[in-house]
């Protein structure tokens, strides 16, 4: 009976007027967050089947033989251009940069399967295919995954797909939506999925009804909201449901990831904290991740983008210390 009740509000919720903010730092949004296709990544490549699908591939400059390869993993309606922080950082450093957007996002050349996928799998597949993919570019050179919020969910799900030999050499988790993801799978989840699937919350309109902050500055929040990147006709609830499915995979992957791990939480984090069914981001972090090899940090003014915005702590930017601490964890593997 709760979670139809949160259903519910959900849906009353998605029905909001539209978001008026102040811009107050940028002249638009495309200045914080640029729109990334066709202009910055025209490329495609053969995914799983073979539904073409937009990349990057990011090398050091001058010709800087690669330390290793980065493929970013997306999260929930983010596309690769929100990384650009991270990819130029990467790439200063010595490491390959690869990523493909996801299917049923707003990059999907596919425009019925926008923000309605029926099936978790593909992710899956597609992810193993890209990593294949990579490999054959770059043989011999070792391949980290790093996700992002959902794209941790996909990267622990694809790992427990995968046999030894296909496994990266590690995987960094940046603001895991794993604990939100249930420990056992739903019926009533499936049942409501069944039933009214077709449903689209208006998620850019009710995270800003429930002001959670992405960044912890407005600004960037606001321009990640008005981005033409988001898909502003919402997600099915189909899409919730099988996002859900493929989160119970990881979550019990979780218990014992068989490769490296570099987990980074924020301690303001209101996307991924304690409004799951699986319970907090904090408790996930303390109890719910195990690997013979993790490394756990804790940003207590970090919010759900670790890698933007201008918040600090200690006095210096926080995602300059992020940034960081992913190159040192990264040299050192």
Request: aromatic share 8%; charged share 20%; glycine share 8%.
């Amino acid at each position: 009976m709760k979670k139809i009740v949160c259903l519910s509000v959900l849906l009353l919720l998605s029905n909001c007027t539209v978001i008026n903010r102040p811009l107050c730092g940028h002249k638009n949004p495309a200045e914080a967050f640029p729109k990334c296709h066709p202009e910055a990544h025209p490329a495609t490549w053969p995914s799983s089947d073979n539904t073409p699908l937009p990349y990057i591939a990011k090398l050091p400059k001058d010709n800087v033989h690669p330390k290793a390869v980065v493929i970013l993993v997306p999260g929930w309606d983010g596309t690769l251009c929100d990384y650009k922080e991270l990819t130029d950082h990467l790439t200063r450093h010595g490491y390959a940069v690869y990523g493909s957007e996801l299917r049923g996002q707003t990059y999907d050349p596919k425009w019925s399967r926008r923000g309605n996928i029926k099936n978790w799998h593909p992710w899956v597949q597609d992810l193993k295919a890209f990593t294949k993919w990579v490999r054959k570019n770059h043989p011999d050179m070792p391949v980290f995954y790093h996700g992002q919020s959902m794209g941790c969910v996909i990267s622990l799900a694809t790992i427990a797909d995968s046999t030894k030999f296909e496994w990266p050499a590690g995987v960094i988790l940046q603001s895991p939506a794993i604990g939100m993801m249930p420990e056992k799978e739903s019926g009533i989840q499936n049942f409501i999925a069944t039933l009214i699937g077709w449903i689209r919350p208006l998620h850019i309109l009710l995270m800003d009804k429930l002001k959670m902050e992405l960044t912890g500055d407005n600004n960037w929040d606001y321009a990640w909201m008005k981005s033409d990147d988001r898909l502003h006709r919402g997600y099915s609830l189909r899409f919730m449901k099988e996002t859900l499915g493929m989160g119970h995979k990881a979550r019990l992957t979780s218990h014992n990831v068989p490769v490296p791990v570099l987990a980074l939480a924020g301690g303001k984090d209101r996307i991924a904290k304690g409004i799951g069914p699986g319970g907090s981001l904090y408790c996930y972090m303390c109890s719910g991740l195990h690997a013979a090899d993790v490394k756990k940090i804790y940003y207590p003014e970090g919010r759900h983008l670790l890698v933007a915005g201008n918040v600090k702590q200690d006095g210096e930017l926080l995602k300059h210390r992020v940034l960081q601490d992913i190159t040192n964890w990264l040299d050192s593997h």
